[in-house]
């Protein structure tokens, strides 16, 4: 159907579900979707001309299949010097859902050889001085008690380390205490070709349709409860509308202004602050072949979790390379392609007092940012030295990651929180979601989107045709990987063996 309206032409095209943006998470959503019910009408709208190009692009993250075997940050320290686990054992068990879901795809040739978006790289955490090796110990004590973490590994013997990391020990000071563990089958992913060839299977459903190029500019639910959207061609500058029924909001950066415009009451009060990335990388072939795995420290006081530095072995569209940072930098842009004005233009009536409050209540991680912004090649290659002693200057460039956009919450008392994680925030009908925040991030998009179905089609979940194809794709679906350790055997083996990550 066209309808003319002034200057443009404004077609109107239905969908059953319309995903905002052409990430990891918008697509994980969408390859769910087509395996529950491929009759479901699905339209994917990107604003730039490829999808995978912003956060979930191989270098503009780290790639790190976050299980909470290496980040130190998912098991804080309390003040008795005792550690909390329960973290890294949900973040783990989520990520075995991912693991899971690319197993059952690459079986149904819905992927291609695991090699081509995911590699066995070891996960290790590496710290020095006597309190880090108490704390690690502790770690590992409680940890390896778990049957998720079974297979970690402990050392504080110096030969050990060198055999498990050797370009982090060569040159290292002898008189150090060190301490590390280990765990094998950690994993590197490339979570842009992971996308991108999700989205390749996507395209040969006739239910199916990609409009890159366009960007959402207007959201408004209509008084039949769908969702009527509105949507503009970079180049032609041609306006269509989607009539959808279902919206998902998995535009990265971009998804609080659109949760913005939606209007839906579970909007207030969110607010966001982005913070940019940058690595040091490494592609010459002498010093990458040296090292093969990734290495998490400990991150510095008043740097949030997020900027916890490691070294890591990277495969990213076939090519080894080694990558440290992140270095954290601002800019006022939600997206890597965003515009300088979006942070201003986020400040709302509502999340006013939030945001305002956050800034005033957070002088660490201002100091820390500012620190960071305006440190030098040389001093950023001094950080590298903690990890890699013999590091030298000519071997690294610096190279731009993502984008992230921290949540600002309003708390109890109505002044704001900032939060590091990812949230999911849905319309009271379930008409729409968007996703919020950046971490643990794609390594946990399928569990994160097994919410959204159980939230935004609760009548179809309950079927039992979706609950078949539910367990179908995720075998351990409505069980818990963390109370049931002989299921995690079973599913564990399947995904290590069909992953090539054994
Ligand atoms: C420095 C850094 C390191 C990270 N490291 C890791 C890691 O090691 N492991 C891990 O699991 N995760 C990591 N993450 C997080 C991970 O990259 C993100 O969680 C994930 O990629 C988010 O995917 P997404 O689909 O939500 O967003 P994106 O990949 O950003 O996709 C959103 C898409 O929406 C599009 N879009 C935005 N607005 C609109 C609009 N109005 N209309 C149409 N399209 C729109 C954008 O162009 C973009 O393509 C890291 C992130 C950063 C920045």
Not at 137 to 165: C, G, I, N, Q, T
Not at 314 to 326: D, K, S, V, Y
Request: charged letters at 25%; glycine letters at 10%.
């Amino acid at each position: 159907m066209f309808i003319l309206c002034r200057a443009k032409v404004m077609a109107v095209k239905t969908a059953d579900v319309l995903l905002v943006g052409g990430g990891v998470m918008s697509t994980t959503l969408g390859m769910m979707l087509k395996q529950l019910d491929p009759s479901l009408k699905i339209v994917m709208v990107e604003r730039l001309d490829h999808v995978a190009h912003e956060s979930t692009d191989g270098w503009n993250n780290a790639g790190t299949g976050h299980a909470g075997y290496c980040e130190l940050n998912y098991t804080p320290q309390n003040a008795d010097g005792s550690v909390e686990i329960d973290r890294a054992l949900s973040i783990n068990a989520a990520f075995e859902s991912s693991l899971q879901l690319w197993s059952y795809l690459v079986k149904n040739d819905a992927l291609p050889a695991p090699t081509n978006f995911i590699n066995p790289v070891p996960h290790l955490s590496f710290v020095w001085g006597e309190d880090d090796v108490k704390f690690l110990r502790e770690r590992y004590k409680k940890l390896s008690a778990h049957h998720l973490f079974d297979a970690m590994e402990y050392s504080e013997d110096p030969a050990v380390l060198a055999d498990w990391m050797p370009l982090v020990m060569a040159e290292r000071d002898a008189s150090q205490p060190v301490a590390a563990t280990r765990v094998k089958h950690g994993s590197d992913v490339d979570f842009g070709s992971l996308t991108r060839n999700m989205v390749e299977d996507l395209q040969k459903s006739e239910n199916f349709e990609l409009m890159l190029n366009n960007s959402v500019t207007k959201i408004k639910q209509q008084e039949d409860g769908r969702w009527s959207v509105r949507v503009k061609e970079k180049h032609t500058k041609i306006v269509k509308t989607i009539d959808a029924g279902f919206v998902f909001l998995g535009a990265g950066g971009g998804a609080l202004p659109l949760l913005q415009k939606s209007g839906i009451p579970e909007r207030k009060g969110y607010g966001g602050f982005p913070v940019s990335g940058q690595w040091l990388v490494c592609k010459n072939p002498e010093i990458v072949k040296k090292h093969g795995s990734k290495v998490y420290g400990k991150a510095a006081i008043g740097a949030p979790p997020m900027s916890v530095p490691h070294l890591d072995t990277r495969i990213i569209n076939g090519e080894p390379a080694l990558l440290f940072g992140p270095f954290a930098g601002f800019t006022t842009k939600f997206l890597k392609k965003g515009s300088k004005l979006d942070l201003f233009g986020s400040v709302k009536g509502n999340n006013l007092k939030p945001m305002m409050s956050v800034g005033a209540n957070n002088m660490d991680l201002t100091k820390y940012l500012i620190g960071e912004v305006f440190q030098s090649q040389k001093e950023r290659v001094e950080a590298l030295r903690n990890f890699h002693p013999q590091a030298k200057d000519e071997n690294w460039t610096l190279a731009k990651a993502g984008q992230r956009v921290q949540i600002i919450k309003k708390d109890e008392s109505g002044k704001g929180k900032l939060e590091f994680g990812t949230e999911l925030v849905a319309s009271a009908d379930g008409s729409l979601a968007a996703l919020l925040g950046a971490s643990p991030g794609a390594s946990t998009a399928v569990q994160a989107m097994v919410d959204v179905i159980e939230r935004c089609f609760k009548d179809k979940i309950a079927q039992p045709e979706w609950q078949a194809k539910m367990q179908e794709m995720i075998p351990a679906y409505g069980k818990s990987l963390i109370e049931d350790g002989e299921l995690l055997k079973t599913v564990r083996k399947e995904t290590l063996g069909t992953l090539g990550l054994g």
